[in-house]
């Protein structure tokens, strides 16, 4: 997942973060050891570390900041930092543990992984990785994603509460209600407006079905449904115990998800306000399936590509391109990523799918990856991963997207045109396929995400 290889800094400051102190360790490209202690989570502080650091370095010198948590309680360190004019680079917890073990002793103390932080950048530089570079309105729609992903984990939370207290007291209709069904419009106005199943059972179908008409107008096959829900009820006899408190309950679920996804979709539409207005955007927007969620998810994660010196790099970072592992002559194959930045990969995952339906030359990409021997996931990962080449040399060029544009033979070391390439390169079949990735926000899009 690296980024840009980060420039030989002279000095290193290796910061285990706190909510409220941060502990620092400052070494030399000897390693040295210069400074360590305990700095307050305050402005003052913080510039006092920095300064010192860079006194160390001296007039042409550089400082690289390294932190294990570049959000929540690291970010303000880190704006700090970037204040004074010193670059930033963050070591990933899995990496951290990695390295933690390397080292003598089985004690974890704050002085130990402050060492462990800058000892790493100094030996290992290459599995750092950046802290993006994003402008105002990027870190504007990267607060308001994290919002919403709260938002979406609430209501996924609530929903699966719902389905537990339903199938309690009445399995046959939850078993009805199957996927996205019981989230749907005439579902919750039924739920809020009968107060027990018993009500719903009274009411009849033929009510039921004109209650559906009159509170959610669109649903289809209203009929249908409101005979199936009614014979649900009707086969089941006996009451269980407290079904009203639980219906109860039930009813107050939906008030919570009717908010949250009034919320949701107010958030959606704030991010693609904000994302319309920067020149990323509209280009991302130009290629077919991508759609205001994957154009603003890549503004808010990886911006316009600072951080970036290639393709490659960045599908690392994403986690769409496979893991080779390979040991003599026994071991040898390509598996599937299972690290990156999740919210990415999933962005060009649902993208890459979209253009299946609509975009001729993806379709026949795809096609060819499936008769290859891919299975269907790893069939639209491979396309995800061809579509990064050309998304990131629109982006790097400034280029809308351009279908009659003729893509050259794909290396790893060249910036790509901008359209995918017809016929893919054959490749072994992985034993494993990558399972779809969860999205809730792009996963009901079908034609452009």
């Known amino acids: 997942m690296e980024g840009t290889t980060p420039k030989m ?22 390693c040295t050891k210069l ?46 930092a970037q204040a004074c004019g010193i670059d930033c680079r963050y070591l990933t917890g899995t990496r951290m543990r990695h ?20 000892e790493t950048a100094l030996t290992m530089p290459q599995i750092l990785l950046p802290v993006t570079h994003t402008d105002d309105l990027a870190d504007r729609i990267k607060v308001l994603a994290g919002q919403q992903a709260d938002l979406i984990s609430m209501r996924t939370a609530t929903i699966n509460r719902i389905r537990s207290m339903l199938n309690a007291i009445h399995p046959g209709l939850e078993k009805l209600l199957t996927g996205d069904q019981i989230t749907a419009g005439w579902v919750i106005a039924m739920f809020l407006h009968y107060s027990s199943p018993a009500a719903i059972k009274r009411a009849g179908a033929r009510r039921l ?25 009707t086969a089941q006899t006996i009451t269980v115990q407290n079904t009203d408190i639980k219906w109860q309950s039930i009813q107050t679920a939906y008030r919570m998800i009717t908010t949250l996804n009034t919320d949701i979709r107010a958030l959606d ?3 693609e306000d904000i994302a319309k207005d920067t020149p990323t955007y509209q280009i991302l927007l130009s290629m077919p399936g991508v759609g205001p969620k994957t154009a603003a998810t890549w503004v808010a994660t990886v911006g316009d590509l600072a951080d970036f010196d290639s393709a490659d790099k960045l599908a690392s970072y994403a986690g769409i391109c496979p893991v080779t592992r390979q040991s003599g002559t026994s071991i040898k194959g390509e598996h599937v990523n299972r690290s990156g930045n999740k919210k990415l990969k999933n962005a060009l995952w649902y993208s890459a799918f979209a253009s299946i339906k609509t975009h001729g030359r993806s379709k026949e990409y795809y096609q060819a990856k499936r008769a290859a021997g891919k299975r269907h996931n790893a069939a639209v990962m491979a396309l ?48 494993t396929a990558p399972a779809t990735p969860a999205h809730p926000t792009t996963a009901n899009t079908p034609t452009h995400t």
């Open 99 to 118: 390295a933690s073990l390397l080292a003598a002793g089985n004690s974890k103390t704050d002085p130990k992984d402050a060492r462990i932080i800058a």
């Open 9 to 30: 800094p002279d000095i290193i400051i290796g910061l285990d973060v706190g909510k409220t102190s941060h502990y620092a360790w400052v070494i030399d490209t000897d």
């Open 209 to 233: 079905a004109t209650f559906i008409h009159t509170h959610a107008p669109g649903t289809k096959n209203q009929d249908a449904k409101a005979h199936k829900v009614i014979t649900a009820i």
């Open 35 to 80: 400074h360590a202690g305990k700095v307050d989570q305050s402005e003052q502080a913080l510039n006092r570390l920095f300064t010192k650091a860079k006194k160390h370095a001296g007039d042409d010198g550089h400082v690289t900041l390294v932190v294990d948590q570049p959000n929540n309680i690291g970010y303000f360190a880190i704006a700090c």
């Open 269 to 271: 539409a704030q991010i």
């Open 384 to 431: 995800a991963r061809r579509r990064l080449n050309v998304m990131f040399a629109m982006v790097k060029n400034s280029e809308f997207y351009d279908d009659n544009r003729q893509a050259p033979p794909h290396r790893r070391t060249t910036t790509p045109a901008t359209t995918p390439a017809a016929a893919p390169r054959k490749r072994q079949r992985s034993r």
